[in-house]
Nanobody, 123 residues
Framework: QVQLVESGGSSVQPGGSLRLSCAAS????????IGWFRQAPGKEREGVSC????????YYRDSVKGRFTISRDKAKNTVYLQMNSLKPEDTAVYYC????????????????WGQGTQVTVSS
């Protein structure tokens, strides 16, 4: 059974850091493109970052470049999103998705989705 499980969301102050995890099961994540998305209250879901299958090229939306880093841990079959210098506008539910392809920082045609993890940035 294919499954993606996000974790690592929390409440942090502006300037803080979080690392989100997207743990895959039922398939080898390294063989697929993986994307991170987020959805803030009252807003549409938006792509945040994408990592392609081998070679693992990475892509970021402009507003997170230099602050967020997407990476893979093949041994753990997990993709991470390291988020530094967090801002209130980063507040959202973050989702990971797999399969499809990276169209820049947006994963297109993602077939598998996680349930999301809440990130709140507030003082």
């Amino acid at each position: 059974q294919v499954q993606l499980v996000e974790s690592g969301g929390s409440s942090v102050q502006p300037g803080g850091s979080l690392r989100l995890s997207c743990a895959a099961s039922g398939f080898t994540a390294d063989h697929y493109a993986i994307g991170w998305f987020r959805q803030a209250p009252g807003k549409e879901r938006e792509g945040v970052s994408c990592i392609s299958s081998s070679p693992s090229s990475t892509y970021y939306r402009d507003s997170v470049k230099g602050r967020f880093t997407i990476s893979r841990d093949k041994a753990k079959n997990t993709v991470y999103l390291q988020m530094n210098s967090l801002k209130p506008e980063d507040t959202a539910v973050y989702y990971c998705a797999a399969e499809g392809y990276c169209s820049g920082y947006v994963l297109r045609r993602g077939q598998y989705w996680g349930q999301g993890t809440q990130v709140t940035v507030s003082s």
